[in-house]
């Protein structure tokens, strides 16, 4: 929903990227909040087939249903600044 890009901030904010990258993976919703991504990787050395940084050094989805269920959770709850979170059935399992 682009409709919130009017901040105090001018024009810009209207043309940056969402800064929320969102993915339903494996039956869990799971969100990346790029704000939060400082791009320490620790989700890419957990699982590295589900995610990577781009040419930001922030994390974005590549194949995450290419890890398994266990190891794709396991990579979002890596993450030291709680920059992806995960639902099941509508109940935050990760952080």
Request: net charge negative.
């Amino acid at each position: 929903m682009a409709g919130n890009g009017d901040d105090a901030g001018g024009g810009a904010a209207a043309d940056a990227p969402d800064p929320l990258i969102e993915r339903e993976v494996h039956g869990l919703r799971a969100v990346i909040d790029r704000d939060l991504c400082v791009g320490f990787g620790d989700c890419i050395e957990e699982g590295p087939e589900a995610f990577d940084l781009d040419e930001d050094g922030v994390a974005v989805f590549t194949t995450p249903e290419h890890a398994s269920r266990s190891r794709f959770v396991e990579a979002c709850a890596s993450c030291p600044v709680d920059a992806i979170t995960v639902w099941e059935d509508g109940v935050e399992i990760v952080p």
